[in-house]
């Protein structure tokens, strides 16, 4: 099973239903959080300011840590960090994680 975090820029570049799509090639069961919004990582944001990125993800966080995933993961790095310090799982590249199960 899979929890993946979308991205601001797959939501606006209309990207969702491949990226669920690669998610799928990777776990038979793929998740994405009814309650997922944007990171608020921005760049440094997340570093400079965690809080910011705490109070974004705090509903998300709670469905990701009650539900059983044997992966996380995301499109970008700084989300990738933000989701990692919310949830306390570790988050991935999507396409490290298609890497991983290919080889």
């Known amino acids: ?3 993946l975090h979308p991205t601001c820029s797959s939501t606006r570049l209309g990207l969702d239903a491949a ?5 799928q090639a990777i776990a038979d ?3 994405v959080p009814e309650d ?3 990171c608020a990582f921005a760049g440094d944001r997340g570093l400079l300011h965690p809080e910011l990125t705490a109070s974004a993800t705090r509903a998300e966080a ?9 992966a ?7 989300c ?14 999507l396409l490290e ?3 991983q199960a290919t080889a």
């Open 1 to 3: 099973s899979l929890a």
């Open 19 to 23: 990226i669920a799509g690669i998610a």
């Open 29 to 31: 069961h793929v998740v």
């Open 36 to 38: 997922w919004q944007c």
């Open 62 to 70: 709670i469905s990701v840590k009650t539900g059983d995933f044997a």
């Open 72 to 78: 996380h993961a995301s499109l970008n790095r700084t």
């Open 80 to 93: 990738e960090l933000g989701l990692t310090r919310a949830t306390a799982r570790m988050y991935h590249h």
């Open 97 to 99: 994680l298609l890497d």
